[in-house]
Antibody, heavy 118, light 110 residues
Framework: EVQLVESGGGLVKPGGSLRLSCAAS????????MNWLRQAPGKGLEWVSS????????YYGNSVKGRFTISRDDASNSLYLQMNSLRAEDTAVYYC???????????WGQGTLVTVSS | QSALTQPASVSGSPGQSITISCTGT?????????VSWYQQHPGKAPKLMIY???RRPSGVSNRFSGSKSGNTASLTISGLQAEDEADYHC??????????FGGGTKLTVL
């Protein structure tokens, strides 16, 4: 059974940092493009970042470019998102997701809530 | 990366068919057959229902179908059932390995 389990969310002050983790199991993690997506309270989904197999290619949405860093460790089947210079508008549930096709995430975690507030 | 446009809400009675539209631009929906649709029940993670505009992942009911014409993609649900009540999000590849989503549509089964 495919499982993605996010962790690391919580309450952080504006300007602070947080590192999200995603533990994958039940599929060959190293062969999948992985992504972070988020959903602000009561809002739609937003793509945050993608990382290719072997970490060869990395992409970010404009709203997080220069502040967030995606990485993966295929040896431990883990995906990460380092979030720096956090802003109130980064408050959201963050999901890790695995690609089925371009812009098509077939595998999703349950999400982890990040709240940026003073 | 401007958001795709979806109606805020649609509704239908059990057994009926409904269609949700998703309008983008020639830079996203109009340029690629890489539109996906997600179903999301309250408090749950999204579930992929359609990808590459019209393909269904394994296990998704054939009551769900997708299409695309020009800059507009559509999701049609036939034979509406109570469990179809959820939010539906469209997404398109937007070039340079970026994605863009719509604002989401709340489907109410009357």
């Amino acid at each position: 059974e495919v499982q993605l389990v996010e962790s690391g969310g919580g309450l952080v002050k504006p300007g602070g940092s947080l590192r999200l983790s995603c533990a994958a199991s039940g599929f060959t993690f190293s062969t999948y493009i992985m992504n972070w997506l988020r959903q602000a309270p009561g809002k739609g989904l937003e793509w945050v970042s993608s990382i290719s197999t072997s970490s060869n290619y990395i992409y970010y949405g404009n709203s997080v470019k220069g502040r967030f860093t995606i990485s993966r460790d295929d040896a431990s089947n883990s995906l990460y998102l380092q979030m720096n210079s956090l802003r109130a508008e980064d408050t959201a549930v963050y999901y890790c997701a695995g690609d089925l096709s371009s812009a098509a995430a077939a595998y999703w975690g349950q999400g982890t809530l990040v709240t940026v507030s003073s | 990366q401007s958001a795709l446009t979806q109606p805020a809400s649609v509704s239908g009675s059990p057994g009926q068919s409904i269609t949700i539209s998703c309008t983008g631009t020639s830079s996203d929906v109009g340029s690629y057959n890489l539109v996906s649709w997600y179903q999301q029940h309250p408090g749950k993670a999204p579930k992929l229902m359609i990808y590459e505009a019209s393909r269904r992942p394994s296990g998704v009911s054939n009551r769900f179908s997708g299409s695309k014409s020009g800059n507009t993609a559509s999701l049609t649900i036939s034979g509406l059932q109570a469990e179809d009540e959820a939010d539906y999000h469209c997404c398109s590849y937007a070039g340079s390995s970026t994605w863009v989503f719509g604002g989401g549509t709340k489907l109410t089964v009357l």
